[in-house]
């Protein structure tokens, strides 16, 4: 999930090597960055000792904010660092944890801090299942798709229902579709963070408003909703016998502003994805006179 090593070297010796300057990791799972850095050994007549060293993502009145003393990091990061390379461990990550992190050292010589910059960029990836139509069979092809680049060799695993697909390793999968099921996916190794589930549109529900009486002149909505993944969209017809049913709103909601008589009759909208359609029953609404 990361780049190739990248040097940062500065000037006299004085220089900071992370061992990756890009890395993708999966959202609530951890990732390590490390580095090495280096200083010259004898300056002004001393010896150089390194006083502190720390990663940091921003700076507080210009000076860096050890990571470790940041709130939005609390109790998830731990820092390691031994013969010159540190190592920075971030547990349980959060998409606001997709910036820039540098390493920082600062040592007893008149000036002699350094930054590592540019630092370590991370991206936290955020699984998807995208959903495309086979234009030749019907079925539904499957794609488990990242926001940021997963390593090219990733083993992928599939869920039906909940339920292991044993067979299927690829970022790909083709099923013929049926309205009760639903797919996911998960990197292998990262189960526990895999996509949310996709599926149909469930049976919508309609709600009038206002409920009461509907009077001619005033003003009524005709709402559509259904539990769907992705998103459903949704359209409005009234029943009227015609062969050719002309869509009356592919909104939500169907809204009179001033209703008239000629508006009575039944009404039923469609909830459609990638993955289905489903219908209303029909809901009578009933105009009546001032």
């Known amino acids: 999930m990361s780049s190739c090593v990248t040097v940062i070297q500065g000037q006299h010796g004085w220089g900071v090597t992370y061992s990756s ?3 993708c990791a999966l959202k609530g799972s951890t990732v390590n960055m490390s580095c090495t850095y280096t200083y010259p050994s004898w300056k002004y007549g001393r010896y150089t000792k390194v006083k502190e060293a720390f990663w940091f ?3 507080r009145r210009y000076q860096p904010v050890d990571l470790r003393t940041d709130s939005d990091y609390q109790d998830r990061v731990e820092s ?3 013969k010159k390379r540190c190592t920075l461990r971030i547990t349980d990550l959060k998409e606001s944890d997709s ?3 540098k390493f920082m050292f600062i040592t007893n010589q008149p000036g002699g801090r350094y930054t590592g910059s540019p630092g370590v960029t991370l991206r936290i990836a955020d699984l998807q ?3 495309t139509t086979s234009s030749h069979s019907g079925s539904r092809e499957l794609k488990c798709h990242s926001s940021c680049r997963l390593p090219d060799r990733s083993s992928y695993i599939w869920y039906k229902n909940g339920q292991k697909i044993q067979s299927q390793t690829s970022s790909t999968y083709s099923v013929t ?3 009760a099921d639903s797919y996911s996916c998960a990197l292998k190794g990262h189960e526990n963070y895999g996509s949310p589930p996709v599926y149909a549109p469930k049976l919508p529900s309609v709600s009038v408003s206002p409920s009461a009486e509907i009077v001619e002149g005033s003003s009524v909505t005709l709402t559509c909703s259904s539990d ?3 998103a459903a969209n949704y359209t409005w017809y009234k029943k009227n016998g015609g062969p050719d049913l002309q869509p009356l709103s592919k909104e939500p909601q169907l809204v009179f ?4 008589s000629s508006d009575s009759g039944e009404y039923y909208c469609t909830a459609e994805n990638e993955l289905g359609r489903r219908t209303t029953d029909y809901i009578y609404i009933n105009v009546t006179c001032e």
Do not use: F, H, L
Request: proline residues 4%; aromatic residues 12%.
């Open 177 to 179: 579709y049926d309205y």
């Open 21 to 23: 300057t890009e890395i």
């Open 80 to 82: 390691r660092c031994s």
């Open 257 to 260: 502003s001033s209703i008239q």
């Open 99 to 101: 910036v820039e992190y």
């Open 129 to 131: 299942v995208q959903v």
């Open 57 to 59: 993502t921003k700076e």
């Open 228 to 230: 769907a993944n992705p």
